[in-house]
């Protein structure tokens, strides 16, 4: 069976690597400051985007994203790894967005897209954590979900049969296709970038990507790349490309404020060297309890 498959991503800030400059004086995060990485659970979605390819011949994989134009970077990462094409959301109006204007926005685009089978996106973004963005698409489309998944075992006969964790353990789940699901971190890791496809892709930019060589009265060095070759130039989609409504989009569809941004440093005051003994076991278990940390 023939899939259309679209993968959600998005173009962080390695929080992982937090410094004293990741914060700027109002509160918000330096994103100038911070290394833009591909979300890594947006990683393990496209590892299973990319195996149900393999599993099902003649199936598409597209990589969906919504940021400023150097977000173009995602596509061209996925695109390295195996994915078919990629669709840039990208405008001033989308700026600022919560995870409803946010999911307003990718509901719209892929409606744009059309005939789509599977939408797969990481369980949460490392800059916001809310596991919203996934579920918000999936209503907003009226579709299917399957959140929390590990792995995506087969797709037949029209059903998408999924391992997922649950409290306690994993379950076995079948949705009925068009359906979006959700990748945790614990599912395999991404495949490397191939070689040959880093080769092909390198030069695939969005059109506001475009560097202009001034020399060139203002022409890039690689124009007639584009002539040649045009998978080279990737879909780039401002609001009205995808019919948006303005109100639903980006500050003005988000609900949500965002107070101020923090940058805490966790400091040990003090350390205790504990045996495996019973006694010192519950020496602990009763000191947590007396300061209500745990209980």
Aim: hydrophobic residues 40%.
């Amino acid at each position: 069976m023939a899939l259309k498959i679209v993968v959600l991503a998005k173009q962080v800030p390695d929080t992982r690597n937090v410094g004293k400059d990741a914060m700027t004086a109002e509160g918000t995060v330096n994103r100038a400051a911070l290394p833009a990485i591909f979300n890594p659970e947006d990683l393990n979605a496209l590892e299973q985007a990319l195996r149900l390819k393999e599993q099902n011949p003649g199936s598409t994989v597209g990589i969906l994203t919504m940021g400023p134009p150097r977000a173009g970077e995602i596509i061209r990462q996925g695109l390295y790894r195996g994915a078919d094409t990629g669709w840039l959301l990208t405008d001033r109006l989308f700026a600022g967005a919560d995870t409803l204007a946010t999911s307003y926005a990718l509901a719209t685009a892929i409606k744009k897209i059309g005939d789509v089978d599977i939408v797969i996106g990481g369980r949460q973004a490392i800059d916001g954590d809310t596991a919203q963005v996934g579920p918000q698409v999936a209503q907003k489309l009226g579709l299917n979900q399957v959140t929390y998944a590990e792995e995506v075992l087969s797709v037949k006969d029209g059903k998408a049969t999924i391992k997922r964790v649950i409290d306690g353990g994993v379950e076995t789940v079948e949705a009925p296709l068009p359906v979006v699901i959700t990748v945790n971190g614990s599912a395999a890791p991404c495949r490397p970038q191939n070689a040959k496809l880093v080769m092909k892709y390198k030069r695939a930019m969005c059109p506001l990507e475009a560097s202009p060589n001034p020399s060139k009265g203002g022409e890039s060095n690689y124009d007639y790349l584009y002539e040649e070759r045009p998978y080279l130039t990737l879909n780039q989609w401002s609001v009205a490309d995808v019919n948006g409504d303005v109100q639903q989009c980006g500050l003005s569809g988000s609900p949500t404020k965002v107070k101020a941004i923090k940058n805490i440093v966790f400091q040990a005051k003090e350390s205790k060297t504990l045996t495996a003994s019973d006694a010192d076991v519950e020496g602990m278990i009763k000191e947590l309890l007396e300061e209500k940390i745990i209980g």
